[in-house]
C-alpha cells in the first residue's frame, strides 16, 4: 500500500518561520518521522511539497493508480482552494488532512477549510505528532478499504460457482 504526502506553501519553511505557532521541527525531520512509521509497518510513502497550486493540483490527479490514500497539509490553501478540493474530491482516494496548529483557534479566516468536506477525516493542533496520527489513522482505513475488498471478492466469486 502507498500513502502519498502532499505539503502546501511555506511548509518547506518550517523550523525557520513562526516557531511560536509551527514549532521548530523541519519538514525533513517530520518526514523522515514518517518514513520511519511507513517503514515498519510495509507500507510505501512518497513526499511532495509545493507553494503552488497548481503542482499540488497536478501530484493529487497524479495519484489515480499509483497511490492509495493521501495525506495532506494544503497550508494556506485550506481556505481558498476550491481547485484542491475538486481534485481531492475527483480521484475517490482515502485523504486526512492535517495541520500543525489548530486552525480553529486562530484567525478568523482560518477557521473554514475547503478540503474538510471531502476528506475522510482532520487532525489540526496537534504539531508534528498530527503527522503521526494520520499516518495510523491511514494505516487503519487502508486496511478497512483492503478487507472489504477482499469480502466483496469472495462474495462475487461465490455468485459465480452458482
Known amino acids: 500500500m502507498k500513502i502519498v504526502v502532499i505539503q502546501g506553501p ?9 516557531q511560536n505557532i509551527y514549532g ?3 519538514l525533513e525531520d517530520i518526514h523522515k518521522q514518517m518514513k520511519g512509521f ?5 507500507l510505501e510513502i512518497e513526499f511532495f511539497q509545493s507553494n503552488l497550486e497548481g503542482e499540488i493540483v497536478d501530484r493529487i490527479q497524479e495519484c489515480i493508480g499509483d ?4 495525506i495532506i497539509n494544503p497550508a494556506a490553501y485550506t481556505h481558498t482552494s476550491i481547485a484542491i478540493r475538486d481534485a481531492i474530491a475527483a480521484v475517490q482516494l482515502p485523504t486526512l ?10 484567525e478568523e ?3 473554514k477549510s475547503l478540503i474538510a468536506p471531502v476528506c475522510a477525516g482532520q487532525i489540526v493542533g496537534m504539531g508534528p505528532f498530527g503527522y503521526h496520527l494520520a499516518m495510523v489513522g491511514m494505516t487503519q ?9 477482499e469480502q466483496q471478492a469472495k ?8
Open 10 to 18: 511555506n511548509l518547506n519553511m518550517l523550523g525557520i518561520r513562526e
Open 24 to 26: 521548530p521541527m523541519k
Open 38 to 42: 511507513a517503514d515498519q509497518n510495509k
Open 67 to 70: 497511490a492509495d490514500g493521501i
Open 97 to 106: 488532512e492535517v495541520h500543525l496548529s489548530n486552525i480553529h483557534q486562530r
Open 109 to 111: 479566516f482560518r477557521h
Open 141 to 149: 482505513i487502508l486496511s478497512e478499504v483492503a478487507a472489504m475488498r
Open 155 to 162: 462474495a462475487q466469486a461465490a455468485a459465480q460457482q452458482k
